[in-house]
C-alpha cells in the first residue's frame, strides 16, 4: 500500500511591509492635519467672539462714534461693559460728545478735567492699556 497523498495549501503572498520611513511619514502628516483642524477651529472661536463684541456694541471692540449713546458704568469695573444702544433705547445713560484718541490711563487719572475742549461733557471714561487709550467725553442723554 502506498502513502497517502497530502496537499499543501500554496504559500499566500504577502502584502509589502511599509518602510519604516513612510510610517513616520504617515504619522507626521496626520499630526500636522490635525493641528490645521485644531488651530482653524480656534480661528473661527476667536473670530466670532471678536464678531459678537463689535456688533454687541461693545466699546473694547468698536469704540463709539461723536453723537452715539452709551449705557452706564456705575463703578470703575462696569467700565468693560458699556455698550453702544441707540439714543432713543430706555438703557442709554450719556451721549458721545468727544472722543480723545492716543492717551494714557495715567493721563486721564491726573488731568482734572480731559474733556475741557467738550464743554457739554459731565463725564469721561479711559478705555485701553495702561500706556495707550482713548477718553469719551459724555454729557447726559437727554
Given amino acids: 500500500m502506498s502513502e ?3 496537499y499543501q495549501p500554496a504559500p499566500q503572498p504577502q502584502a509589502p511591509q511599509e518602510s519604516t520611513g513612510k510610517k513616520i511619514a504617515k504619522g507626521i502628516g496626520a499630526a500636522l492635519l490635525w493641528r490645521l483642524v485644531i488651530g482653524a477651529i480656534v480661528l473661527v472661536i476667536a473670530g466670532g467672539w471678536f464678531a459678537y ?4 456694541g461693545n466699546i473694547t471692540a468698536k469704540t463709539p462714534a461723536v453723537g452715539e449713546c452709551v449705557t452706564e458704568a456705575k463703578t470703575d469695573a462696569d467700565v468693560d461693559d458699556v455698550t453702544t444702544v441707540s439714543c432713543t433705547d ?3 445713560h450719556d451721549k458721545v460728545v468727544g472722543v480723545i484718541n492716543g492717551k494714557t490711563e495715567s493721563y486721564f487719572k491726573t488731568t482734572e478735567n480731559p474733556c475741557t475742549d467738550y464743554p457739554t461733557a459731565e ?3 479711559f478705555y485701553g492699556k495702561a500706556t495707550s487709550g482713548f477718553i469719551l467725553c459724555l454729557a447726559p442723554n437727554k
Fill in 53 to 56: 463684541k463689535y456688533f454687541s
Fill in 90 to 92: 430706555s438703557k442709554a
Fill in 4 to 6: 497517502p497523498v497530502t
Fill in 123 to 125: 463725564s469721561a471714561y
